[in-house]
């Protein structure tokens, strides 16, 4: 059974951090893009980072030099460190896993809160 549990969302002040971590169960790790996706109300999913098994990662301009991806293969946790938070930043931040070979599956975290306050 797959699992990627979600943590670390809350209530943060613009100009504050916060910390996501996504812990996966029930994949080969290594076989998945691992990525962040967040929602905001009446809006689309939009992709914010992802992170391949060697490294590689991949951002959404509007986070560019405030978020970092992160990922431990020996823990199977992906981490999304957040800086300079903006109220624009608030949404449901979701853990992703895609899997790079063929059949491409997606996987889904629950979601966690993250609310940015001006």
């Known amino acids: 059974q797959v699992q990627l549990v979600e943590s670390g969302g809350g209530m943060v002040q613009a100009g504050g951090s916060l910390r996501l971590s996504c812990a996966a169960s029930?994949?080969?790790?290594?076989?998945?893009?691992m990525g962040w996706y967040r929602q905001a109300p009446g809006q689309q999913r939009e992709l914010v980072a992802d992170?391949?098994?060697?490294?590689?990662?991949n951002y959404a301009d509007s986070v560019k030099g405030r978020f970092a991806i992160s990922r431990d293969g020996a823990k199977n946790t992906v981490d999304l460190q957040m800086n300079s938070l903006k109220p624009e930043d608030t949404a449901v931040y979701f853990c992703?896993?895609?899997?790079?070979?063929?059949?491409?599956?997606?996987?889904w975290g629950q979601g966690t809160q993250v609310t940015v306050s001006s």
């Open positions: 029930g994949i080969i790790f290594s076989n998945y893009i």
């Open positions: 992703n896993a895609q899997r790079i070979r063929w059949p491409v599956i997606n996987y």
């Open positions: 992170i391949t098994s060697g490294g590689s990662t």
